[in-house]
C-alpha cells in the first residue's frame, strides 16, 4: 500500500537559524531608532524561530560613515538589552556597505566588518550601476573578502538585461535575497525577479533587511503564507552553515 506523506510545510524561519542582514542597532542608519524598537524587532525574529541574527548597519559615506567601533559599541548596547530581556538569541554584527566612491579607500586601508567567511555584504543604488563596481568587487577578492550583493533583485537597472545577474555571478559575487522581495513588498516587478533568481538557484542567502514595524508584520504575514514558504524550502541557503561567534571562537 502506498502511503503519501505531506511534505511538512514550516510556518517560521527556524529552518534558516541565522539571519544575515537587518538594522538593529539603534540610531546609526534607517534601522531601529532607539533600544526599545531594536528590542522588538529582535523579539518578532525569535518568535519567527531565528536564534542568531548577524546585523548589518550601513556604511555609506555621505549619510552613515559608521566605523567598525560605532557598530561594536551599538552591538554591546544591544546584546546587553537582549540579555536582560531574557532571550536565547545570539547576536553578532557585520556591515552592508554601499559601493560609493569611497569604498574602495575602505577595502584598502579598512577594517571591513564580514559575515563569516570573511564576507562583505555590499548594496549600490537601485537606479544605475557605479561606474568602478566591478573594479570594486575584484578589490574585495583580491584582498581575500568574498562580495555578497545584497537584494539583487531590487536593482531594477539588472533586470532589464538579466545576463548581468550571470556576469555578477561569475565576478564571484554571491546573492543575498530579501525575503519580504517575494512577498511584492517592494512592487511587482521586484518580486518577478526575486522568483526568476530563486528558481534559477542563483541565490545564495536569505536575509531579513529588518528596518522597523513594518517589515516586522510582513514578515509574519510571509510566514503563514503556504505557498511562498513551500517555494523557499525548495532551495538550500547557506543561513544554515552559520554559527555565533561566540561559538565559532569557543571552537
Ligand atoms: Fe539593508
Known sequence: MLIF???HIPSNFAF???DVHSHLIPGIDDGAKTLDDALNLVKTLYALGYRHLITTPHVMADLYPNTPADIQDGLARLRQAV???NMDIA???AAEYYIDEYFAALIEYGQLMTLPGNRVLVEMSTLNAPSHLFNDLFRL???GYQPVLAHPERYTFLKDDFR????LKDYGCEFQLNLLSLTGYYGKPVRDTAFKL???GMINWLGSDMHHEH???SLKALAEDKHLMTLITKYEFQNTSCKPEALSQAE
Open 215 to 217: 517589515h516586522a508584520t
Open 164 to 167: 548581468q545577474y550571470a556576469r
Open 83 to 85: 540579555q536582560n530581556a
Open 5 to 7: 506523506r505531506k511534505k
Open 16 to 18: 534558516l537559524r541565522t
Open 141 to 143: 577578492q583580491t584582498k
Open 198 to 200: 530563486l528558481k534559477q
Open 91 to 93: 547576536i553578532d554584527a
